[in-house]
């Protein structure tokens, strides 16, 4: 529990870690404002009147917004931008604009407005391209395999820099793959396992690329949101990334089967890898936690097996 009340802002505050982040935050009693690039009516029901009052509409592209709107704020959690490695093959500009503009206007507003506040930035595993060795530590190789993960290495660098140069303290965290409600539903953009779980409550097959056997490292939307607030009571992490994962590998396989076990009727089907997907696969990869465990005392609690009970509860609530 924070050891007092915060003012936070969190850009990209309607995304899957966004609306889980307000949650623990409101709760907590924090005064939170959302920033997201498009408000609109949503099936989970997330949109209630009073996160309405909190949320404001506008885009991390655009500078003169930000300067605005930074100040005042002690932390800013940095989630906005484009999801998707595949994606950024496809569209590097569009990528480049989102990944890597929009995280400078952050900056430099920050630099002129609020060079105080505490910034926290989300990377992703997929820095680390194939792993060598499992699990992976912080200290591994990048060998980024996509434009987005070359845009997330470049953004790591830009608020390291930032806190060097002008002071302005950052947290990065690689996350793994995380997965559990408010995630986008229907789309494999935003998440395997939100997938896997959509197509089977829609009763169509679930498609496994090659074997089946490649392994993930699937972090709880709970256990992660924990690490990310703990950022605010350890002022020590600043300066520093973390991998922010279970620790543990599961394969795909082994998801479905966990999938099957509460939706029987699931049917999975596996299927050659297509071009590009084969070209960016990473392979197995596991996250060694040793670093943020060693800063924070945190450990993931949720089980693997609770997790999907209750993530599938979730969707099969919010799809009925």
Same mark, same amino acid.
């Given at each position: 529990m924070p050891t007092g009340t915060k003012k936070i802002l969190i850009l990209g505050g309607l995304g899957f870690i966004g609306k889980n982040l307000y949650k623990r935050?409101? !709760?907590? #009693? !924090?005064?939170?404002?959302?920033?997201?690039? *498009?408000? !609109?009516?949503?099936?989970? @029901?997330?949109?209630?009147?009073?996160? *309405?009052? !909190?949320t404001l509409q506008g885009s991390i592209l655009n500078p003169q917004l930000m300067n605005n709107l930074v100040a005042g704020f002690d932390v800013i959690f940095s989630l906005a931008g484009s999801s998707g490695a595949a994606d950024s093959i496809r569209d590097p500009y569009h990528d480049l604009d989102t990944n890597l503009k929009g995280h400078l206007n952050i900056l430099e507003a920050c630099r002129q407005y609020n060079p105080g506040a505490l910034l926290v930035f989300p990377s992703s595993r997929l820095v680390y391209g194939k792993p060598t060795a499992n699990p992976v *530590?912080?200290?591994?190789?990048?060998q980024p395999e996509s434009i987005y993960a070359i845009h997330k290495i470049t953004t790591e660098h830009y608020y390291l820099l930032y806190q060097r140069l002008y002071g302005i303290r950052s947290v990065i965290f690689r996350i793994a793959n995380p997965f559990g409600p408010y995630q986008r539903f229907g789309s494999n953009n935003y998440g395997i396992l939100n997938w896997f779980i959509h197509k089977a409550l829609v009763g169509e097959p679930i498609e496994i690329y090659g074997d089946g056997s490649q392994q993930r490292d699937f972090i709880y939307i709970d256990d992660l949101v924990?690490?990310?607030? *703990?950022?605010?009571?350890?002022?020590?992490?600043? @300066?520093?990334? =973390?991998?922010?994962? $279970? #620790?543990? #590998?599961i394969s795909l396989r082994q998801a479905v089967e966990v999938i099957q076990? =509460?939706?029987?009727?699931?049917q999975v089907t596996f299927r050659p890898?297509?071009?590009?997907?084969?070209?960016?696969?990473? @392979?197995? =990869?596991? $996250?060694?936690?040793?670093?943020?465990k060693q800063h924070t005392g945190w450990m993931p609690r949720t089980s693997f097996d609770a997790a999907m009970k209750e993530t599938i509860a979730f969707y099969d609530r919010s799809n009925t």
């Open positions: 935050l409101a !709760h907590d #009693g !924090h005064t939170v404002t959302i920033l997201t690039e *498009r408000i !609109h009516s949503e099936a989970d @029901g997330f949109l209630t009147p009073a996160v *309405r009052q !909190h *530590r912080e200290d591994h190789p990048l924990e690490v990310l607030t *703990r950022v605010m009571d350890t002022p020590a992490m600043a @300066g520093n990334i =973390y991998n922010a994962g $279970a #620790g543990a #590998g076990r =509460y939706i029987p009727a699931t890898w297509p071009e590009i997907a084969k070209k960016i696969e990473t @392979g197995d =990869y596991i $996250a060694d936690i040793g670093l943020l």
